[in-house]
């Protein structure tokens, strides 16, 4: 039976940090560390990983061979990208020998390989970077200075619209906010002034005294701050009832252990292979979707490939069904 949806027309607000997609690129979302070298109390992979498998040069490359024509990784997730892997391994290096290879990184900082051995076309196919300075956990591990010669490596070169410093703002963590940001300010921004983007803590709502402690910090260090950015996108994706989406075609998120997901949120779509038993099952159909709340349709969305409907499904539903327009 056909579905009545009615198309509508959506325009993604302005957003400085979006991730830049070109139209003819596959997109994938390669959690592909098993090991971070940190133990972050507000970390979305919960525990943290730590010593799993990680996804090597072959899995990525029989990914790439299969989709076919230029591939977007985006680097980030669970392990920290370059924690998962020895220097030797040269990953990043390997991958972009491949000229129709192109990446974003969502990295910690606390090592970064192969990054400064990159060669000057290397670099410009690193097409987005979110360098996180989570100063607890570098100052437990006393690993400030190694983190501040790293940032100062990577901005020296690479910085670009396109190059975040990212400080999380958790709850859990709220007494160390000033001390952090004056440490920045001393040790990194007086050096090289690249500015921090404040993210709140996706798991841990704020209370009246973080809220407090962000305009005071705000005050306090206007020309040291970017942004500021609240993580909800669901608010940013509400403006229609479904979307047809794409996943599974020309977006996929791949594991550390090679599964192969069309979508992580919707059950009908998060068995699609795996890459270390060279297994593949893209879909040929994309999906009217209900449940359109998380990043990964966000980036869909910001890609530009996500269709925008009123209707077809039931109020409130969140299953994932075929698109069959009347």
Not at 149 to 163: E, K, M, V, Y
Not at 301 to 306: E, F, I, K
Request: include cysteine.
């Amino acid at each position: 039976m056909s579905l009545p949806v009615q198309p509508v027309s959506v325009q993604l607000p302005e957003d400085e940090m979006r991730i830049r997609f070109e139209a003819d690129e596959t997109i994938v979302f390669a959690s592909s560390s098993g090991h971070c070298n940190l133990d972050c109390s507000y970390c979305v992979a919960s525990p943290v990983v730590k010593l799993q498998p990680s996804l090597d040069y072959d899995d990525l490359m029989f990914l790439k061979e299969r989709v076919g024509g230029r591939v977007f990784f985006i680097f980030s997730g669970r392990g920290d990208f370059f924690a998962g892997y020895k220097k030797s391994d040269r990953l990043l290096a390997r991958l972009l020998e491949n000229e129709d290879v192109s990446v974003a990184l969502d990295i910690n900082g606390v090592v970064i390989h192969c990054f400064p051995e990159l060669t000057v076309a290397q670099r410009a196919r690193v097409r987005h970077v979110n360098l996180t300075f989570h100063y607890r956990q570098l100052k437990e591990h006393r690993a400030l200075e190694v983190w501040r010669r790293n940032a100062l490596t990577l901005l020296q070169l690479h910085d670009n619209p396109d190059f975040f410093v990212n400080f999380i703002l958790a709850p859990t963590e709220s007494e160390d906010w000033n001390e952090a940001l004056h440490w920045y300010r001393e040790h990194l921004f007086a050096a090289f002034p690249k500015r921090l983007v404040l993210i709140n803590d996706v798991l841990t709502p704020f209370g009246a005294e973080q809220e407090a402690r962000l305009r005071a910090l705000q005050q306090a260090h206007a020309d040291l701050l970017y942004t500021v950015r609240r993580g909800n996108f669901a608010s940013l994706l509400s403006a229609f009832d479904h979307v047809s989406c794409p996943a599974g075609q020309s977006y996929f998120r791949v594991w550390n252990d090679g599964a192969v997901e069309a979508c992580p949120n919707v059950a009908e779509l998060r068995h699609h292979g795996n890459l270390k038993h060279r297994e593949f099952w893209p879909r040929t159909e994309p999906f009217l979707c209900g449940d359109v709340r998380h990043c990964d349709c966000y980036h869909i969305a910001s890609s530009g490939r996500m269709q925008f409907f009123k209707g077809g499904l039931p109020p409130g539903a969140n299953r994932v069904i075929p698109l069959q327009p009347a």
